[in-house]
């Protein structure tokens, strides 16, 4: 079992940074694919940004540029960084860990961003 708890999400001026975080219960690093999910109102939950087991790092176009992912191995946790925020960046964006052999997913409980003036 992986417990995730994200943190840093909030209200912010579009334009705005902020800097979401992921703590893992435990060191998954080696055995997870790591991933920055979010959905907005109405629509379908898509993959932001992602980062393998093998640091293998991937982003969805409408945030290229603005958003970094990375992770702190000694800290079990993996960061988002937002930059230039939009207001469709507006959303609850979730922490996923996904095994790497296997099937099991780990979500975490989700933090609101909201972009807004």
């Known amino acids: 079992q992986v417990q995730l708890v994200e943190s840093g999400g909030g209200l912010v001026q579009p334009g705005g940074s902020l800097r979401l975080s992921c703590a893992a219960s435990r060191s998954i690093w080696s055995t997870y694919d790591m991933g920055w999910y979010r959905q907005a109102p109405g629509k379908q939950r898509e993959l932001v940004a992602g980062?393998?087991?093998?640091?293998?790092?991937s982003y969805a176009d409408s945030v290229k540029g603005r958003f970094t992912i990375s992770r702190d191995n000694t800290k079990n946790t993996v960061y988002l960084q937002m930059n230039n925020l939009k207001p469709e960046d507006t959303a609850v964006y979730y922490c996923?860990?996904?095994?790497?052999?296997?099937?099991?997913?780990?979500w975490g409980q989700g933090t609101q961003v909201t972009v807004s003036s």
């Open positions: 980062i393998t087991s093998g640091s293998v790092i």
């Open positions: 996923s860990a996904a095994q790497v052999i296997g099937i099991r997913r780990y």
